[in-house]
């Protein structure tokens, strides 16, 4: 619709954003096609299956937004990372997985993914991932968190400055409790929470609970 026509009816239609869909299995293809076309904010302009279609639906269709499984049918969502990285080629990229491993995230995170989202995960949960991801967020599926709380045991450095209260704090942050839940869980006010979540960030300079889990991990792993 032009934008006259805008001016004269009052309603004007959003374009969809194209996005592509990697993964191996065609049925989990139209599974995500599906989903995400549902509320026509998105529209699917290409599918892949193996890497090599991957790179050339990106430089091709030059998609907003690539979904890509962690199973290619030749290879892995992590090559694939690694091969657009090289390629310098720039889409905001969500890998989709079954299962995965801390490291494989750092990993996938490190060679530029900007989400890790689970295969079972709601549709809206990935609805969400992608429009946080698309308005330059980074997002990990809240259930991950947990499998970063071992930092908190295990860490050193700035780690070794927090409080026992702060290490209880974060420990409950990286099992994707809000801060009303954790004033629960520990007996204080929800304000006396927000208060020592601000003085963790400033500890360890991060600024938000994704940049916590990443921090707690991070140096761990190489490219």
């Given at each position: 619709?032009?934008?006259?026509?805008?001016?004269?009816?009052?309603?004007?239609e959003?374009?969809?954003?194209?996005?592509?869909?990697?993964?191996?299995?065609?049925?989990?293809r139209?599974?995500?096609?599906?989903?995400?076309?549902?509320l026509?904010?998105?529209?699917?302009?290409?599918?892949?299956?193996?890497?090599?279609s991957?790179?050339?639906?990106?430089?091709?269709?030059?998609?907003?937004?690539?979904?890509?499984?962690?199973?290619?049918?030749?290879g892995?969502?992590i090559?694939?990372?690694?091969?657009?990285?090289?390629l310098?080629?720039?889409v905001?990229?969500?890998?989709l997985?079954?299962?995965?491993?801390r490291?494989?995230?750092?990993?996938?995170?490190?060679?530029?993914a900007?989400?890790?989202?689970?295969?079972?995960?709601a549709?809206?949960?990935l609805?969400?991932?992608?429009?946080?991801?698309?308005?330059?967020e980074?997002?990990i599926?809240?259930s991950?968190?947990a499998?970063?709380?071992d930092?908190?045991v295990n860490?050193?450095?700035p780690?070794l400055?927090l409080?026992?209260?702060?290490?209880?704090?974060?420990?409950?942050?990286?099992?994707g409790?809000?801060?009303?839940?954790i004033?629960?869980?520990?007996?204080?006010?929800?304000?006396t929470?927000?208060?020592?979540?601000?003085?963790i960030?400033?500890?360890?300079?991060?600024?938000?609970?994704?940049?916590l889990?990443l921090?707690?991990?991070?140096?761990?792993f190489?490219?």
């Amino acid at each position: 619709m032009s934008q006259n026509a805008c001016a004269v009816s009052g309603v004007c239609e959003q374009a969809a954003l194209p996005i592509a869909v990697a993964d191996h299995h065609p049925h989990f293809r139209a599974g995500v096609r599906l989903a995400v076309e549902k509320l026509g904010h998105y529209a699917v302009i290409c599918e892949a299956a193996d890497l090599s279609s991957v790179i050339d639906c990106v430089l091709r269709e030059r998609p907003r937004l690539l979904l890509l499984a962690f199973k290619l049918s030749d290879g892995s969502g992590i090559e694939a990372l690694r091969r657009l990285r090289d390629l310098s080629v720039r889409v905001p990229v969500i890998l989709l997985a079954t299962s995965i491993e801390r490291a494989q995230v750092m990993l996938a995170l490190q060679l530029g993914a900007r989400g890790v989202v689970l295969k079972d995960a709601a549709p809206d949960v990935l609805l969400k991932a992608m429009d946080a991801v698309l308005r330059g967020e980074l997002w990990i599926s809240r259930s991950m968190f947990a499998d970063f709380a071992d930092c908190v045991v295990n860490g050193g450095g700035p780690l070794l400055a927090l409080t026992a209260r702060e290490r209880q704090i974060i420990d409950c942050i990286l099992a994707g409790k809000m801060n009303r839940e954790i004033g629960q869980q520990l007996g204080i006010a929800e304000d006396t929470v927000k208060r020592h979540v601000t003085h963790i960030y400033d500890k360890l300079g991060v600024s938000s609970r994704l940049e916590l889990a990443l921090y707690c991990s991070s140096g761990k792993f190489s490219v």
